[in-house]
């Protein structure tokens, strides 16, 4: 991640680091705590929730999977940071949530960058009509945007699809934006953070790339 943040001018501390816990267990979420990774990140409600028990709020949560509308209870009781949302129905349960917690839901709206029919999202032509609907939620704030790039062998293939993702934070971030504030953006995983960070990533959820077969790797990012 530093050398990402050399190559490309800028500050590592404009890029977060959240540490995806989806296919390890609790005790390996434990030591990523312990070696100073505060911010974890799981797919699933149910594997949210599991961990939240025991974790609790030593952590900062993101939900960064698809999240269905009967799953948002417990996703906003939990998640700092939802990274998932692509529809107004999913955002209207999210405000009703919140508003009944006394809580505004920090979120990313979910963009389908690359068009694949498997994955979730919106496509880049809908966003702006998204989070005009979503900024009239009082318990709900927007702040960003997140995307998947296309599984690739070399990670240079996945540079399109972020720099799509920038371009399009900066054409709806222009003189009259639709959010307020600046528009972080979640994008690249094990496979391709470092470019994802070059082409302006300022959340990168990684997982594999921690582990070796035995706990977390004990380099820093």
């Known amino acids: 991640m530093v050398r990402a943040c050399e190559r490309s001018g800028r500050l590592k501390e404009d890029v977060r680091l959240v540490s995806v816990t989806k296919e390890v267990g609790i005790p390996e979420a434990e030591e990523l705590l ?21 974790i609790g709020s030593r952590a900062t949560w993101h939900l960064i999977g698809h999240l269905q509308t009967n799953k948002v209870k417990d996703a906003v009781r939990i998640a700092s940071l939802i990274h998932s949302v692509d529809s107004e129905r999913l955002a209207k349960e999210i405000d009703k949530e919140a508003k009944k917690l006394g809580k505004v839901q920090d979120i990313l709206i979910e963009v389908n960058v690359s068009g694949e029919q498997s994955k979730f ?50 054409k709806i971030s222009g003189p009259w934006p639709l959010a307020p504030g600046p528009l972080l953006l979640s994008m690249g995983m094990s496979n391709d953070f470092e470019v994802a960070i070059e082409e302006g990533a300022n959340i990168v959820r990684v997982g594999r790339a921690l582990f070796h077969n035995s706990g977390p790797r004990t380099l820093a990012p």
Do not use: H
């Not at 312990?34 to 025991?54: D, H, I, P, T």
């Not at 032509?125 to 062998?153: F, H, Q």
């Open 34 to 54: 312990a070696l100073g990774m505060k911010e974890l990140g799981e797919n699933r409600v149910q594997e949210l929730v599991s961990k939240y028990a025991s």
């Open 121 to 170: 999202g919106i496509s880049p032509e809908e966003v702006a009509g998204l989070i005009k609907c979503i900024v009239l939620y009082p318990n709900i704030s927007i702040k960003g945007l997140m995307t998947m790039a296309p599984e690739v062998d070399d990670q240079e293939e996945a540079r399109p699809y972020f720099k799509a993702l920038w371009e399009l934070r900066d």
